[in-house]
C-alpha cells in the first residue's frame, strides 16, 4: 500500500485528531501514535504538524487542554474533545462519507466499461 | 454554546496577556515529543546522536511548527494589532514632548468643537418635548412695526371659529407674572402664564399628578386654579402630594392647585421658565377688544393639513380681518411660523451656527498643527522609512504603524476632549444659572460622545496619514544617499508646512476679528448709555395684581405712595416709575396721527413706543428733557392728555418747527382723543442689539397711561447702590406684603444678566480666538524653529563668508512674518465676510469693522514674530566653528 500524498490531507487532519481524542482525552504524543497505528502509517505526515492543529483546535474551542501526567510520570498536556467539538466531528463525519460515497459512485461509472 | 465562548475567551485572553506562560507550555509540549521519538529511536538501537537527528526528522521543522502554533492563538489581524498599539505607545512614549503637544492640540480642539455640538444639540436638535412637534405653529400678527405681533382676544376668537374648519386646533396664552405664595408664606415673584383651557392638551401634555384645566374654568369667577411646574412645587411645596388639592395666593387671591406638570414640559426653549399656569379666563371687555394685541396664539394643524396649506388659510383669515375691520388690520397679516422655527430665534441660529462654525476653526487650526508636527515626526524618520522601503517592506506595512499611532492620539485625544466639553458645558451651565436657579442643562449624550470620537479620529487619521503618503513618495535611494544628512526637505515637503501655516494663520485671523467684533460690539452695548445713565441707580419690577389694584386709580395710589416712600429713603435722591425702563426692551408700538396734518392710509401710520413715567422719572434715569416742562403731579387722569415725544419723532414729525402745544392722537377706532405734545425728550436707545423697527418713543404720565406692571427706579447718592435694596424691599413690603418685588438690583447688574447670553457668546468666541492663536503661534514656532536648525549649516557658512549676526535673525524673522502675512492676507477675505455676517445679526451693534480688522491683523503679525523670536535669537547665537564642524 502506497503512503497517502500529503496534500490529500489537508483538513482531514483535524477530522482524524477529533476522532483520535473521540474516545479518550491524549496528549499530544499519543495522539499521533494512535493516528499512525490505525492508518497503519500509511499517512505519512510529519509529527509536528499535528501542534498547529491541535492549537487551531483548540483555539476554535472544538477540543480543550488540561495539564495532567503521562504515564511516564511528567507533566503534559492533555487534550480532549468539547461539546461542540463532539457536534463538529458527526458532522465533518457525515460530510466526509458523503463526499466519499459521491467520488467513489462517479469514478466507478468512469472506470465502467 | 456560551460555554465555547467563555473558553475561547478565556484562551484569547491568555495568549494576550499571558503569553510567556503559553509559549512555556508550548516549548514543554514539543520538547515532550521530541524526547519520546528519541526514546523510541533509541530503542530501535541507535545511538544517541542518530536517535536525535532521527527523530527531528521525523517531527519536521521545530521552528515552523512553533511559529504555526502560535498563528492560531490569536486572529491575526488582532495580533498584528497589539503589536502595533504596543510599538506606537513605545514609539509615543520616546517623545513625549510631541504627544503630549499632541494630545494636548487634540483635546483643545475637538473638546471646543464637541462643546458647540453639546450647546447645538441641546439647544436646536434636541426635539421639544411636545409630542408631533412638527404640527405645531405660532401664529404671528404682522404689522409693519413688529413681524411677530400678538393677536387681539376678539381676532383670536374669530380665529378659533373658522379653525376647526379649514386648520385645526388653536390655543392662546399670555404672559401674566404674578405674586405667588403658599398658605402662610411671603409672596414671591413667579413666571407665569394664563392659558387657554386646551392649552396642554393641544401640546400634547398631560399633568403628571392631579388633572388638567375643565373648560368651564375659562369661564371668569370659576378660574381661580392652578397648575403648578414641577420646580415651582419642588420648591415651594417640598413636592408634598397634598399640595394639589391644596390652595395658594397667586396675586393674593386664594387658587386652587389642580395639576403639576411633568419634568420634561417648561423648556426655557420654548416658553421659557414658566412657574405657575392659569385659565385665560377672558373678560366679556377683553372678548369684544379688538384693538389691544393682548393674547400669542398656538396652534395644532391637523394631521392631513399640510404646512403650507394652513399657512394659506391663516394669511386669508388675516386678510378677512383686514377687510371686515380696515382701521385695525389693513396694514397687518396673519402668518403661521413653525414652532422649531421660532424657538431660538433668528439670532440664536446665527448664533449656534457661528459657535460651531468658529470652533470648526479652533478645531482646524488644530488639525494643521497636528500635521504639522506628524509631518516633522515623519521626516525624522525618512531615513528609517527608506530602508524598510528598500528591504522590500509594502506599502501597507509602511503606512501601517504610522496610522495606528495616529489611532492611538486619536483615541487619547478623544477622552481628553470630552473632558474639555464637560469642563465647558459645565461652565456654559453656570453662566446661565436663571434667577429662580434654574439653569441650561447641557446634552452630553451618546451622540456628543460619537462627535468627540469622529472628530478626534478624522482629525488624527486624515492628518496622519497625509505625512505618512508623504514619507511613502520619498524617493528611497535619495534619502539613503543624503546619509542621514537632513537637508530642509524637499520643496514639496516645505510647501506642503507653509500652506498648513499660511491657513492656521489665515484662521486664526478670522476667530480674532469675529472675537474682536463681538468684544468692541457687546462692551459697546453693555457701555452704551445711550440717553439714560445706570451707575447709581437701583431698579425693581412689580406686577400689581389686577384683582387688588382693579382701576387706574388704585394703580396710581399705590405708585404715588411708594415713590414718596422710596424717595424718603436714606440715600436715595430721587425715584420715578415707568412702565420700561430705558436700557430694556420696549414693547407694543402705538399708532399716531398728528393732528391738523392729511391722514396717512390705515395702518400706515407712523408709530412710536410708549413708555408711561412719573414726573421726576427722567432726571431719575438721566434722560434729558431737550425742550419743554417735565410732567408734574398735575397731570392726573382726570387733567387733560399730555405727552412727551422723542428728539427723532420731533425731528421727523415737525422738522425745524417747535412740537410743543401740537398735538397728536392714539389710532383707534371710534372718536380720537387728542394728546398735547409738552416736551421733547432725548431719544434712548436699549442694550439689546436687536433692531427696533419702531424709533420713535412717546412719554406719557403714568396716571394718564395706566398699566399693572411698573418699574421703580432710584437714584443713590453718597452709598453704594446695593445698600438701598433692602431698604426698598421693605418699603414696597409696608405698603403691600403680598407684592414681591421681581429684580430688586443696580441697574447695571440687570443690564449684565439681561445680555448675560451674548456675553457667553463674546466670552466663547474670545476663547476660541485666544486658543486659535495660542495653536497658530505653536505651530509657527514649530516650523520656524524646526528650519532654522535644519539650516544651522547654511548660516554657518553665511557667517563664515561674513554675514552679521542681525542678517541671520533678520532672515528667521522674515521668514515668519511672511508666512503670517500671506496667511493674514487670506485671512482678510474671511474676516471681513465674518464681520459682515455679524453685522447682519446684530444690526444695533456698533461693530467697527476697519478698526478691528486692522487691530487683528497687527496682532495676528505681532504674535507671529514673538514666536519666532526664540528660533531668530536661537540662529543668530549659531557658532560658525561649530556649525561647519558639524556637518
Known sequence: MNPLRPELLQGTLDLLILKALSTASLHGWDVAKRIAVVSKDRLSLKQGSLYPALHRLESRGLIEAEWGVSEAGRAAKFYRLTRAGRRELEHERESWESFAAAMASVLDMKEAP | ?887
Open chain 2, 1 to 887: 454554546m456560551i460555554a465555547r465562548l467563555l473558553q475561547r475567551a478565556r484562551l484569547l485572553a491568555r495568549s494576550l496577556f499571558r503569553r510567556a506562560a503559553r509559549e512555556r507550555e508550548l516549548e514543554s509540549e514539543l520538547h515532550d515529543h521530541l524526547e519520546h521519538l528519541v526514546a523510541e529511536n533509541r530503542a530501535a538501537g541507535m545511538s544517541p546522536e542518530a536517535a536525535r537527528l532521527a527523530a527531528l526528522r521525523e517531527f519536521g521543522g521545530v521552528e515552523q511548527y512553533r511559529e504555526a502554533c502560535r498563528d492560531t492563538w490569536v486572529p491575526p489581524l488582532l495580533t498584528d494589532l497589539v503589536r502595533d498599539l504596543r510599538a506606537a505607545a513605545k514609539s509615543l512614549a520616546r517623545t513625549p514632548g510631541f504627544t503630549v503637544i499632541a494630545l494636548a492640540t487634540l483635546a483643545l480642539g475637538v473638546g471646543a468643537n464637541t462643546a458647540m455640538f453639546s450647546l447645538v444639540k441641546t439647544a436646536m436638535l434636541k426635539p421639544l418635548p411636545y409630542p408631533d412637534a412638527a404640527q405645531l405653529d405660532e401664529i404671528h400678527r404682522a404689522t409693519p412695526q413688529d413681524r411677530k405681533g400678538l393677536l387681539s382676544v376678539a381676532d383670536f376668537l374669530d380665529l378659533r371659529r373658522e379653525a376647526a374648519e379649514g386648520y385645526g386646533e388653536i390655543t392662546a396664552f399670555a404672559y401674566a407674572d404674578a405674586s405667588v405664595a403658599p398658605p402662610g408664606e411671603p409672596a414671591e415673584f413667579a413666571d407665569s402664564l394664563r392659558v387657554s383651557t386646551n392649552f396642554f392638551d393641544l401640546l400634547g401634555i398631560h399633568p403628571q399628578a392631579g388633572r388638567d384645566f375643565l373648560t368651564e374654568e375659562e369661564t371668569p369667577g370659576r378660574h381661580a386654579v392652578a397648575i403648578l411646574s414641577r420646580r415651582c412645587w419642588l420648591n415651594r411645596f417640598g413636592g408634598d402630594p397634598a399640595a394639589i388639592g391644596g390652595t395658594m395666593r397667586i396675586d393674593g387671591v386664594p387658587h386652587e392647585i389642580v395639576g403639576v406638570l411633568p419634568e420634561a414640559f417648561n423648556e426655557w426653549r420654548h416658553l421659557g421658565w414658566v412657574d405657575v399656569f392659569r385659565p385665560l379666563a377672558l373678560t366679556d371687555d377683553e372678548k369684544s377688544d379688538r384693538t389691544t394685541a393682548r393674547v400669542r396664539v398656538l396652534g395644532r394643524r391637523s394631521p392631513e393639513r399640510s404646512g403650507e396649506e394652513a399657512a394659506r388659510f391663516v394669511a386669508m383669515q388675516g386678510e378677512q380681518l383686514a377687510r371686515a375691520y380696515p382701521a385695525i388690520h389693513s396694514a397687518a397679516t396673519l402668518h403661521t411660523v413653525a414652532l422649531d422655527e421660532v424657538r431660538m430665534g433668528e439670532t440664536g441660529g446665527v448664533a449656534a451656527g457661528m459657535l460651531i462654525g468658529l470652533s470648526a476653526f479652533v478645531l482646524l487650526i488644530a488639525c494643521s498643527n497636528l500635521a504639522n508636527l506628524l509631518l516633522a515626526r515623519t521626516m525624522a524618520r525618512a531615513r528609517e522609512f527608506a530602508l524598510r522601503a528598500a528591504l522590500g517592506a509594502s506599502r501597507l506595512q509602511l503606512l501601517r504603524p504610522l496610522v495606528v499611532e495616529s489611532l492611538a492620539l486619536a483615541f487619547g485625544g478623544a477622552v481628553l476632549a470630552m473632558v474639555v466639553a464637560f469642563w465647558t458645558t459645565d461652565w456654559l451651565r453656570v453662566r446661565s444659572t436663571s434667577d429662580n436657579g434654574d439653569q441650561v442643562v447641557f446634552t452630553l449624550d451618546g451622540a456628543v460622545l460619537a462627535w468627540a470620537l469622529g472628530a478626534s479620529l478624522l482629525t488624527a487619521l486624515a492628518f496622519g496619514i497625509a505625512p505618512a503618503l508623504f514619507a511613502l513618495r520619498l524617493d528611497t535611494s535619495h534619502t539613503l544617499k543624503s546619509g542621514g544628512r537632513t537637508t530642509t526637505g524637499n520643496r514639496g515637503h516645505r510647501r506642503l508646512r507653509h500652506v498648513l501655516i499660511v491657513g492656521q494663520f489665515a484662521l486664526a485671523l478670522v476667530l480674532l476679528t469675529g472675537a474682536g467684533l463681538l468684544v468692541r460690539g457687546i462692551n459697546d452695548l453693555n457701555n452704551n448709555r445711550a440717553g439714560w445713565e445706570s451707575d447709581e441707580r437701583v431698579s425693581g419690577t412689580v406686577q400689581l395684581p389686577a384683582a387688588r389694584y382693579p382701576d387706574a386709580a388704585s394703580i396710581d395710589a399705590f405708585q404715588r405712595l411708594a415713590l414718596e416712600r422710596l424717595a424718603a429713603l436714606p440715600g436715595v435722591e430721587s425715584a420715578g416709575a415707568a412702565h420700561f425702563l430705558p436700557f430694556l426692551t420696549w414693547y407694543d408700538p402705538i399708532r399716531y396721527i398728528v393732528d391738523g396734518r392729511d391722514r396717512p392710509e390705515p395702518g400706515r401710520e407712523p408709530a412710536a413706543l410708549v413708555n408711561g413715567v412719573s414726573p421726576g422719572y427722567l432726571a431719575t434715569v438721566g434722560t434729558r428733557l431737550l425742550a419743554g416742562r417735565d410732567f408734574h403731579a398735575a397731570d392726573s387722569a382726570s387733567a387733560p392728555a399730555v405727552a412727551h415725544i422723542s428728539e427723532a419723532m420731533a425731528r421727523d414729525l415737525f422738522g425745524r418747527e417747535s412740537p410743543i402745544g401740537r398735538r397728536i392722537a392714539e389710532v383707534r377706532e371710534g372718536a380720537l382723543d387728542w394728546i398735547e405734545i409738552v416736551g421733547v425728550v432725548a431719544d434712548v436707545r436699549s442694550i439689546f442689539p436687536e433692531p427696533t423697527p419702531v424709533t420713535w418713543r412717546v412719554y406719557r404720565p403714568i396716571a394718564q397711561f395706566s398699566r399693572n406692571r411698573i418699574e421703580f427706579v432710584v437714584r443713590t447718592t453718597g452709598v453704594a447702590p446695593e445698600g438701598v435694596v433692602a431698604d426698598m424691599r421693605a418699603a414696597f413690603a409696608a405698603l403691600d406684603p403680598d407684592l414681591p418685588v421681581r429684580d430688586l438690583k443696580s441697574a447695571n447688574a440687570r443690564i449684565a444678566r439681561a445680555n448675560y447670553q451674548l456675553a457667553v457668546l463674546r466670552d466663547v468666541l474670545t476663547s476660541f480666538a485666544v486658543l486659535g492663536l495660542g495653536l497658530a503661534a505653536m505651530g509657527i514656532y514649530g516650523v520656524i524653529a524646526r528650519h532654522t536648525a535644519l539650516r544651522t549649516g547654511e548660516f554657518g557658512v553665511r557667517l563664515a563668508l561674513g554675514a552679521q549676526v542681525g542678517d541671520i535673525s533678520r532672515l528667521v524673522l522674515a521668514n515668519g512674518a511672511k508666512l503670517a502675512l500671506v496667511g493674514a492676507a487670506f485671512g482678510l477675505v474671511g474676516a471681513f465676510g465674518l464681520s459682515r455676517m455679524i453685522g447682519a445679526t446684530f444690526p444695533g451693534m456698533n461693530l467697527a469693522p476697519g478698526a478691528i480688522l486692522g487691530s487683528s491683523t497687527a496682532l495676528l503679525v505681532v504674535v507671529a514674530l514673538l514666536a519666532c523670536l526664540v528660533p531668530a535669537r536661537n540662529a543668530a547665537r549659531i557658532s560658525p566653528t561649530e556649525a561647519l564642524r558639524s556637518e
